[in-house]
């Protein structure tokens, strides 16, 4: 946090001089929220969701059997897993699932799938998706002696897409893994020359088809997966499986139904949709990213307050590209880094107040929220920061008078929130800087700045203090270094980076025509690049960071750490890639995107087309 010297150092370091205020012709708001919060949410009181819940408890029974059935093959063993994954229900095996996954490592199951190309990358995607060892040389035995893939059946179709999709858990320095997508991709285009692996031209939930199941979002692929085995003759799987997947999903959506209702209610009290009429109208892309990022029933605080601080972070994030004159925009950011009333009673811009409002009561009424649920908790602060009493807010200074210390829960989230958003218009106010002066940052430095400015670190970290796993949490977000900058886990800076990136490739567009100068194509275009070869660097950036990730992932397994917490970030990761891979799907949503909103929190499956009823 800022101290009292330094309070003002933003509003000194650049010319008093004005942004001009740039037009935006954004899409008004799809949704009505009136229409919202009249919707009647009984869905958990009546008859039917009794039905289905009791439905859901047998059919979880009857797959749990299936599942652990030891004279099971291990192939089919492996099938039922990845079935239970891709049609979003998985999460209520967890223990099951890696415990036999656990078995087949320790007992060296590649060995019996020897030449079973599609069930070994099947079983190396499956290890390294739940953070268990899974070396590389399991895919040996399907090269030759020269080192270039081979297969024994030159038209499997189903070998080849296992290990394309495979290939993307790659870690760092794994060339064999990029030559194995190779590899696959040049068999599935001899075999299937209509078949698409690049991310072409496609529609609704199709787009979603294009991305490496590895990013997809979970509950997107559920809904995907759901529509496909309904127009298919499946016989390859058990119908319980898809009876219950079909129930799980509207049971959920009944759940995210409810909260939808609850966050609109909130959103339309703060008001910002009138008091800052300029900015962009997204809550329900921002619930819709919410419960893609934490669908889980159990997650609902997460969910919640993801899709609020989203939406703060869209109205603020126009504040800074497109509205507030520099002077605002710099005494907005010292406003921020005091983080007290105060701040309500200086020359700040009306609009400006109401946001600053906004953020502040959401953070604290997150905190309370935590306090009230979880009770009080001794643990080390989530970033070990010196912070002197005239600094802090003073109602914590008034914990402090009363014997509380920064090893409080209430109060470590309390500072820490006021941290996250400071840090966050420093970022956004450095962009402004550049728009100001015409400055064209390096890739370097733009990539430093910008990963922070993707909002992603903001969004985990608040995201983080709901999850329920808080002292495996704590200790992963554990701060041993005594710096004056926020200091983040690895992961939440690479899912961030994959949030930058992407965001880049699908706005800059629109975003040069508003003239706003700064992003990863345009800097690689200042070092001499054309659009399309930038474009395709920033496509290798990805992929590259992703490796990064997954590498990350394994870290934290390997170490007993936040699980959760990794499945949050990488969660993230995928929901960008979604919402970024045909265009803006939050600026400017296509009809698209939409339909994928529309289908995933709106539109219940038919039961009676899986005979769930």
């Known amino acids: 946090m800022a101290s009292s010297a330094h309070a003002t150092m933003y509003a000194d370091r650049f010319p008093p001089a004005e942004l001009h205020q740039r037009p935006a012709d954004y899409q008004l708001k799809t949704w009505d929220y009136d229409s919202i919060c009249a919707m009647r949410q009984q869905a958990q009181q009546d008859d039917k969701h009794s039905k289905q819940s009791s439905l859901q408890s047998s059919l979880k029974q009857r797959v749990r059997r299936l599942l652990l059935e030891e004279e099971e093959e291990l192939a089919t063993r492996l099938k039922i897993i990845d079935q239970l994954q891709s049609l979003g229900v998985a999460y209520h095996f967890e223990e099951e699932i890696r415990s036999i996954l656990m078995s087949m490592h320790v007992h060296h199951a590649q060995l019996q799938l020897k030449h079973d190309l599609s069930s070994t990358a099947l079983l190396f995607r499956m290890l390294r998706g739940h953070g268990i060892s899974a070396s590389i040389d399991m895919l040996s035995a399907f090269r030759d002696e020269n080192g270039d893939f081979k297969a024994a059946n030159p038209k499997d179709i189903d070998a080849f897409v296992a290990l394309h999709e495979a290939s993307y858990l790659a870690f760092p320095g794994e060339p064999m893994l990029d030559e194995a997508r190779s590899f696959a991709v040049k068999k599935l285009e001899e075999l299937m020359p209509s078949m698409s692996i690049s991310m072409g031209p496609a529609s609704q939930t199709e787009r979603q088809g294009d991305l490496p199941l590895h990013w997809k979002v979970p509950r997107l692929q559920a809904t995907w997966s759901l529509k496909q085995h309904r127009y298919n003759d499946e016989r390859s799987i058990d119908h319980s499986i898809l009876q219950l997947a079909a129930v799980d999903f509207n049971l959920v959506q009944a759940v995210h139904g409810a909260e939808l209702v609850e966050v609109t209610k909130w959103w339309k009290e703060t008001g910002l949709g009138e008091k800052l009429p300029f900015a962009r109208d997204r809550l329900v892309e921002c619930f819709f990213c919410a419960t893609c990022i934490a669908p889980e029933p159990c997650l609902a605080g997460c969910r919640e307050l993801l899709a609020k601080v989203g939406s703060l972070i869209v109205h603020l994030d126009d504040v800074y590209d497109l509205y507030g004159t520099f002077d605002e925009l710099a005494a ?227 170490t007993g750490t936040g699980s959760t917490a990794s499945l949050v970030c990488v969660n993230l990761a995928r929901t960008i890639q979604c919402i970024y891979q045909d265009g803006d799907g939050i600026t400017s949503p296509k009809d698209s995107r939409k339909q994928l909103v529309k289908d995933m929190l709106f539109t219940p499956v038919d039961l009676d087309i899986f005979g769930a009823h």
């Open 332 to 558: 907005f950011t010292d406003a921020v880094g005091s983080w007290d009333d105060d701040a309500l009673s200086t020359a700040l811009p009306e609009y400006m107040k109401a946001m600053y409002s906004a953020i502040r009561s959401t953070s604290t009424e997150a905190a309370d929220r935590v306090m009230k649920e979880q009770g009080r908790y001794d643990v080390l602060p989530l970033y070990k920061k010196a912070v002197r009493q005239e600094e802090i807010d003073p109602l914590i200074f008034f914990f402090f008078r009363l014997g509380y210390t920064f090893e409080d829960r209430w109060i470590n989230m309390h500072v820490d929130a006021c941290m996250q958003w400071h840090e966050l218009c420093k970022a956004f106010l450095i962009e402004a800087k550049w728009q100001h002066e015409g400055q064209m940052p390096c890739l370097e430095e733009y990539l430093e700045n910008g990963w922070v400015t993707s909002t992603g670190p903001l969004l985990l970290l608040h995201a983080f203090t709901m999850l329920q796993q808080q002292e495996q949490i704590d200790s992963w977000l554990r701060n041993h270094d005594d710096g004056d900058d926020m200091v983040y886990p690895k992961l939440v800076e690479l899912c961030s980076m994959i949030f930058r990136l992407c965001n880049d490739c699908a706005t800059h567009e629109a975003e040069s025509g508003r003239g706003e100068a700064a992003s990863v194509i345009t800097c690689r275009m200042g070092g001499g690049a054309s659009k399309e070869e930038a474009r395709a660097a920033v496509a290798d950036a990805i992929a590259e960071t992703w490796k990064k990730v997954n590498r990350e992932v394994a870290l934290s397994s390997s």
